[in-house]
C-alpha cells in the first residue's frame, strides 16, 4: 500500500473523530442512539455523548480501535473485537438495537468489525481496503463478521470482493414514523 497511509491503534486523545467515524459508519445511527441521552441529562450533545463512549475503555472504543491517516490528518478508523459469551448478557437498551444484538451472538467466537469508516474526502484511495485488510490480520484464524445495512452499496461491494457472504439478514425498527425501511445485513468471512 502507498506510504502516504499509516495505521495505528487509536489513543484516548482521539475519541472526537472516533465518535465522527463511528456516526459516520452507522449512517447517523450512533448520534440518534446518544441523542437519547441527551434527553436524559447525560450530555449536553450526541457528539459530546459519543466522544465519552469512545473515551471509554469498554468494548468498542478507543481500546479496540485502529486509526488510519493519510496526508496529516485521520482519515478512517476501524473498530473491531472478539465476540464472546458475554454477549448474551447484554439487554439491548432499545429496540432498534435487538436485530442487531439477535445478530451479534449468532457469532460467539468471531473477529466481529463493530465500525469501519472513511471521512467522504478520503474516500476511492484505499484507506478502507487497508483497515479492512488490517483487521482481517488482527482476527488470525477467527472467521470474521460484521454488520451493515442492505442499502449501503459501496460496504457490501467492499464485503463482497473481500471475501464475505451474507449470513443473515432482519429488518431493522424504524427509528422515526417516515423512516425508510431496510434491513440490517450480518456478513461473514470464514477464518482460516
Do not use: C
Request: aromatic residues 8%; charged residues 25%.
Amino acid at each position: 500500500m502507498a506510504a502516504f497511509l499509516a495505521l495505528r491503534e487509536a489513543s484516548r486523545r482521539d475519541a472526537s473523530e472516533l465518535a465522527i467515524l463511528a456516526d459516520i459508519a452507522s449512517h447517523g445511527f450512533a448520534s440518534w442512539l446518544w441523542f437519547a441521552d441527551v434527553a436524559s441529562g447525560m450530555s449536553d450533545t450526541p457528539l459530546e455523548r459519543g466522544r465519552l463512549k469512545m473515551s471509554d475503555e469498554a468494548l468498542g472504543g478507543w481500546k479496540n480501535a485502529i486509526v488510519g491517516e493519510a496526508y496529516d490528518e485521520i482519515a478512517g478508523m476501524a473498530i473491531g473485537y472478539e465476540v464472546d459469551e458475554g454477549i448474551r448478557d447484554l439487554e439491548a437498551r432499545h429496540p432498534a438495537l435487538e436485530p442487531m444484538l439477535a445478530m451479534q451472538r449468532s457469532v460467539i467466537g468471531h473477529w466481529f468489525i463493530g465500525s469501519l469508516a472513511v471521512y467522504r474526502h478520503m474516500r476511492g484511495i484505499g484507506i478502507g481496503k487497508r483497515l479492512l485488510g488490517d483487521q482481517l490480520a488482527r482476527a488470525d484464524r477467527l472467521s470474521v463478521s460484521l454488520i451493515t445495512s442492505d442499502s449501503n452499496e459501496a460496504a457490501l461491494s467492499l464485503y463482497g470482493r473481500n471475501g464475505f457472504s451474507e449470513a443473515a439478514r432482519m429488518n431493522a425498527v424504524p427509528l422515526f414514523d417516515n423512516s425508510k425501511k431496510h434491513a440490517w445485513v450480518l456478513m461473514t468471512r470464514a477464518g482460516a
